[in-house]
């Protein structure tokens, strides 16, 4: 079986120092090969590089390329980088209880955490815990995750597990008595108090004439951030060592210290240094409230103490009686046979993978909780406006619901209003899904911010249509209502996207239009749009879908520089509550799901239908005579970028084409020119740089050039141009933003670079290497193949045929 195990940190290296994650990944790896599985491990590093990833869209990489059985997740936070549908059984190592660990971190956050990870265990079919307790501790987390406990547990206790050392050389505890004790100081492991008592204690053995030594290696954790650091950063302990070294002091020791005040987390806690105390062959003091006591106690491979009072008078006893601590130190070995030897510990594992399976959930998990059955009585004001709203949908619905009971089949789609030229991503997104709906036999209806026309698309084709006049004076006049909306707390340059929350006259449009025309659906793009949407699917009792370009309140965070953290707040409440009043959210990305579901919108709405292309209109299109147009030599290197330039992060990345990346091509020799397609361009950017401005048809012009890039540093949801640059056959140079929401892996379909002098000598050796581009082209134009319009327009009619009301 192939299993792919995606882990935080690289792998295990005994030259290094070596954090738990590490040992228990290679605990893991270690047994998996033992048992005749082929096991891969990537890891994360924000440096990009073989064996590594850096985002969600290069592990969809990953899984494409890999093709795993069963993928093995070694940190919570990982899943979040998973596709939400994964291709295969995910099995979840979830040794440290980490949500208790914040408690004594960062308590704020907890909250936030336990969000988090509800979302995150839905994707995983199997959880690892190293002890009882924590399996215990899961239920109530799995039950919110939506796991089906009915059924057979999801959760195995696969304990840490290691082979015992030798160590023939270890001097006799007669001699010198030698006390390790190791490891990162975390906040809540609370040893301050038995760190004092360790040092009274050896302190009076050494003044009794006792030779005592205690080693004590501590530090911060390298992957944590600076709370941790400070809270290491006193005491006289020595720096953590290498694997290696560690070992060796190990092997030259007689007892373990594993001491600690009783808490939360402690009670759950699994300690690598007490494993590898055991493989060595020492005895431990730990303290009674942490899961090894119980054992300690049962194999005597050791001595449990209660309070920090009570170590002075261990430390005496153990000074006293060598005989004892070897009886011990036997004791310790035996538990480690027992409950920690490899083969054995890892045999739950491997049982669950000779037939692994989905995890069973709860029938309609993600979806709202009922209200609660209580009858309450409103103000009178609120009651009377309450009836007034009930009187005017009835006779809105008598009014205009059809007479023919028969149920409609057509679509309709509200959105903004510069929809022609399709110019721009979410132009091309809408009136495409709109095309490839109507080649399924459906009618498409657009509504935009046009009062009096409309469109209908039929077959591919769209025609421009009149709204009736009188439908104009149900609404306040539109001067009246942009003087309005315009002078609101909005940012001014996204205002316009804002505009059905105070423009009445999107509600009797989207009415008029759905029941004239026998509508089944109604689909809002972007957020604001389904405002209206409800109201009218309210009228009409047919349902209502949001698709999400973006996660525009995240979107607006990246974009806006004078956005205030209030209104940050106001729209991500807009939005998040918005989703949850549709029936269902479309998603171009995972990327964005997982936003939404981690802010609050319930993961039962949530879908993810990415953006698409129309194969065969690409591959008709004959290439545009861009060279002759504008007088670019034969033989100079034509580069693609398109958008519309209205969109800062746009022209953002064409200033980089025009101030970092055409000089450093320059200075290596290559005469490079940019096409810069789309609506809007800045004058005289660049003497190299050459805008056709809108385009009624954008493959023509890209299958002109010899490459494309997309110098983006900023922006939100999917790059949908990459699409497009991959369907016209070319190769892609991109900055990890550009290419985000797109499951492109480095080397396969595009050049992932950013910076500037990477950037720059990726686009150098694709001009110098046809082979490199050419095969680049191809592994762009099989992503292209899978987002056909066609297919994923059925997969909306699917989507929406699940939810009629």
Known sequence: MQILILSQEPPFDPAQVATGNALRTAQLTAGLEAAGHRVEQAWLDRAGGPGRFRSADEVRGLLQRNTPDVVLISYWELLELLPFEPPCPVVLDFLAPRPLEALFEHPERVGGMLRRLRVALARCDLLLVGNAPQEHLLSWWLLEAGFDLRQPSPVRVVPLAGEAVE?????????ELRLVSGGVRWPWRHDAAYAEAVRRGVSALQHAGRHVALLDFGGGYRLHDDAI????????????????????????AHVGLELGATNIERRFSQSFRSLDFLRHGLPIVVSSGQPLATAVREYGAGWVVDSPGQVPDVLRGIASDPDDWRSRSEGALRLLRDRHEPRQAIAPLLDWLIDPQRARRLPGYGLPDPEAPVLGVPPFGERLARRYRLARRVALHRLLKPRDSTPGTAIVMVSRGDLFPTDHGAAVKIVETARGLSRHDRDVYLVTHDRRHYWQVRDGEVTRRRLPRWLGLLARP?????LDHYTRDLPESNAFLYLPLTDGSFFWRTLWVAARHGACALQAEFPAYALPCLRAAEVLEIPTL????????????????????????RFRAIEVDLCNRVDAVVCVSDNDRQLLARDGVHPGRLHTIPHGIDLAAVDAAPAEAVRERFGIPPDALLLAYHGTFAYPPNRDA??????????RLAQAGIDAHVL???????????????????????APWLKAADLAVVPLREGG????????????????????KGIEGIPA???EAALIRDDWDEFAAAVAELARNTERRERLAAGGRRIAETVDWTALAERYLKLAATLGR
């Open 717 to 736: 949801g999917t790059r949908m141009k990459i699409i497009d640059d991959f369907a016209a056959g070319l190769p892609v140079v991109a900055t990890s």
């Open 654 to 663: 064409l200033r980089m084409l025009a101030e970092e990346i055409l000089p």
């Open 478 to 482: 539109q001067a009246w209502v942009k």
């Open 676 to 698: 810069a397609i789309g609506h809007r361009p800045p004058p005289d950017i660049h003497p190299a740089i050459h805008c056709p401005g809108s385009v009624p048809e954008m």
């Open 229 to 252: 650091e400070e809270a290491t950063a006193s005491g006289d302990a020595e720096s953590l060592s290498a694997y290696r070294d560690w070992s060796a002091v190990l092997a030259s």
């Open 167 to 175: 160590s023939a050389g270890r001097p006799d505890p007669g001699g």
């Open 745 to 747: 892996a480095d080397g």
């Open 546 to 569: 949001l698709v999400e370009h973006n996660v525009e309140y995240e979107r607006l965070r990246a974009q806006v520089p004078e956005l205030s953290t209030e209104q940050y707040e």
